[in-house]
């Protein structure tokens, strides 16, 4: 919040007076300004250059990675297919143990941290210490427009609760986007799904045979979120997660189907969808605890500081983050399309793109070491199952024959 308060005067300030800018024009009496007037105009010249040089890095990094990125020759070994579907099989034939997955976590977890809902609604007191910090972790400071955005969103009760409406032992996939999807034609299996949390922009359509056509929860911020909407599902909820303040316009404004005010677009760090085709009782609010938890209790991360610019590498990704949130959607919790073998230069980053894992090594907010670790954890500790076998193989014949 800081930051951004300090980042907007200062660019109000520069605004005020684009004449004092000494290199404005490239003419000789401009080279002759006073160096008073230099002086006086460096910080203001310094941070400008910063700020075109951030912009510049952000709009044309996805271009850069995209257009370098040879065509990838990527084939699945047979033998591997058939030994992931066969341990899917499985998974989905074994008995459905009624709320383990989150029984499980919980024994991780201190008895102070126990989140009881995983969306926020305008009719159900809100938590206690929910504006104790920032957004992802919080709401600190943003009261007022989280009431608003909440009073856009249905009633608690107005709406089927997932998993909660039915007896039934609910068993949640949690799709993520990695390549190491690609070719195995998981989709029949991973549509046998009770619920399918879907992660960002990640597209079905023409990958349907990999990753399947149903989603139950599309989970996104701003930026992640597909520029033109990929699910067909009639049931899909979209859970937005709110990373900074504007985050909550957005969602107010995609709910409204209004436009997201202009000044706004500025915070944003990549292009942003300027619609979502949903009725308001299709949206849900991600409750920031679900990543504070992810954060400080399962990973273990120091709590968060306020920083100028960006995050400590303390923010988890959204698929562990959707762990979490599985957890207290479903009883039992399986992931696919997780891993990432940062060592393997030339293997598909995503399921549906052509970036490789050396993409991957630039990113600089999130830790993932720490988090493959804790997934390698729970996945032996049979908290949850890795169905790609990308974090932790509990299907393959011996960790040399993996054939990933
Ligand atoms: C998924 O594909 C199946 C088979 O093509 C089709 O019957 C079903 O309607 C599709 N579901 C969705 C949500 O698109
Ligand atoms: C990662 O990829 C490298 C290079 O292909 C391979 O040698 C290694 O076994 C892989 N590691 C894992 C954990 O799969």
Redesign the pocket.
């Known amino acids: 919040m800081e930051g951004r308060g300090s980042l907007r005067v200062r660019g109000s300030k520069t605004t005020k007076k684009p004449e004092d800018f000494p290199l404005s024009g490239v003419n000789e009496s401009n080279m002759r300004l006073p160096m008073r007037c230099l002086a006086h105009n460096r910080r203001v010249l310094v941070l400008v250059v910063v700020l075109g040089l951030v912009c510049l890095a952000i709009v044309s990094l996805p271009l850069f990675e995209t257009e370098s990125s040879v065509q990838l020759d990527w084939h699945v070994d047979p033998a591997h297919k058939q030994s992931v579907h066969q341990y899917i099989h499985k998974v989905l034939e074994g008995e459905c143990q009624p709320g383990s997955a989150r029984q499980s976590l919980l024994a991780r977890l201190p008895p102070s941290s126990q989140i009881t809902q995983p969306f926020l609604w305008k009719d159900v007191p809100l938590p206690d210490d929910l504006f104790l910090f920032s957004p992802p972790f919080g709401f600190r400071g943003l009261q007022d427009k989280l009431k608003d955005l909440l009073s856009l969103l249905p009633d608690s009760d107005s709406v089927s609760k997932l998993g909660q409406a039915s007896n039934k032992c609910q068993r949640c996939v949690v799709v993520g986007n990695g390549g190491i999807l690609r070719g195995l034609e998981l989709g029949p299996l991973i549509?046998q799904y009770d619920i399918i949390i879907r992660l960002n922009s990640g597209p079905l359509g023409e990958f349907?045979t990999d990753v399947g056509?149903?989603t139950s929860i599309r989970m996104s911020y701003p930026e992640g979120t597909p520029l033109a909407w990929v699910d067909?599902?009639?049931d899909t909820l979209f859970v937005a997660v709110v990373y900074k303040s504007v985050d909550i316009s957005w969602t107010s404004a995609m709910i409204n189907k209004l436009a997201v005010p202009l000044w706004e677009w500025l915070f944003f760090w990549q292009k942003v969808p300027n619609q979502i085709p949903l009725e308001p009782h299709r949206f849900r609010l991600l409750n920031p605890q679900v990543i504070r938890e992810t954060a400080l209790d399962l990973l273990k991360y120091p709590p968060p500081r306020p920083r100028l610019w960006g995050w400590d590498q303390n923010v988890p990704t959204l698929g562990v983050s959707a762990l979490n949130l599985a957890s207290l959607l479903c009883d039992e919790v399986s992931l696919a399309g997780f891993g990432y073998n940062l060592s393997h230069q030339g293997a598909p980053l995503h399921y549906y793109d052509h970036l490789t894992m050396s993409a991957m090594q630039q990113q600089k907010m999130h830790n993932v070491d720490r988090e493959t670790e804790l997934l390698q954890s729970l996945i032996k500790a049979g908290t949850i199952t890795d169905l790609t076998g990308g974090i932790h193989c509990s299907f393959c014949p011996s960790l040399s024959t993996r054939g990933i």
């Open positions: 549509n349907s056509n149903r067909t599902d009639t």
